[in-house]
């Protein structure tokens, strides 16, 4: 029998239960899926996060994104950079602390806004352009869940300039370039992703996405002590 999680489970009895009996609804009602079992836990805490079963279907993944992400988190090396700063508040900070992860994100920078308005981009281009001259892509978790263009510039640094994720958790919601934006990272080859295809999406959902990867990597550090 496998060690139950402790990191990464709420900190309260009451909380747990909760949590349980709502992944346990989610698995009654959400009818036939064709996730693998490291893929289902991290949908059904997003539909968990929503309340929206149109998830179960609309994500997507790479077929190594689990295990890259697991394997991100358990290097204790890794970081998430984050296209808004909702996304950093929104992350467990014990979760993250125990796996030695911090968080970065540039959206409101002074540099970053004036450079976005001299050449006429947005702020997120220009914030994942600092995160890349900072070195701070490689090997990172990147979550994006408000911002297109600044999924369309990750995937362009990936191609381009060399950028190496561990993972991408690509969610940005809208109308202008968001079902684009994510259609044209699920292309990559050189990074793995996870998307939610069409209009959804938003920072809540990458945080319910990168807290399940915490719960993976916790329930194989338990099972496998020195994983790595």
């Given amino acids: 029998m496998s060690t139950p999680n402790v990191i990464t489970e709420q900190l309260t009895a009451a909380g747990r239960a909760i949590e349980y009996d709502s992944f346990a609804v989610i698995d009654r009602e959400v009818g036939p899926h064709t996730y693998t079992p490291g893929q289902w836990p991290i949908v059904r805490r997003m539909i968990h996060a929503n ?5 179960n279907g609309l994500t997507d993944f790479h077929p190594q994104a689990v295990n890259a992400g697991v394997a991100a988190i358990l290097s204790r090396a890794a970081r998430v950079v984050a296209d808004v700063e909702m996304i950093c508040v929104g992350l467990s900070a014990p979760r993250l602390a125990h796996f030695g992860m911090t968080t970065h994100q540039f959206i ?20 994942m352009r600092k995160a890349h ?4 892509l490689d090997g990172a978790i990147v979550g994006i869940g408000n911002a297109p263009t600044a999924l369309i510039e990750l995937v362009r640094l990936i191609q381009e300039e060399g950028a190496r994720p561990a993972l991408v958790v690509g969610m940005p919601v809208g109308f202008v370039s968001a079902a684009e934006s994510k259609d044209l990272m699920a292309q990559s080859t050189a990074t793995p992703w996870v998307v939610i295809r069409g209009r959804k999406g938003g920072s809540t959902l990458v945080v319910a996405a990168i807290h ?7 329930a194989r550090e338990l099972r496998e002590p020195g994983a790595a």
């Fill in 51 to 55: 309340a929206d079963f149109d998830f």
């Fill in 108 to 127: 409101s920078d002074a540099d970053v806004i004036d450079t976005a308005k001299a050449e006429g981009t947005t702020r997120a281009v220009q914030a």
């Fill in 133 to 136: 001259r900072l070195g701070l």
């Fill in 212 to 218: 399940a990867m915490l719960g993976l990597a916790e």
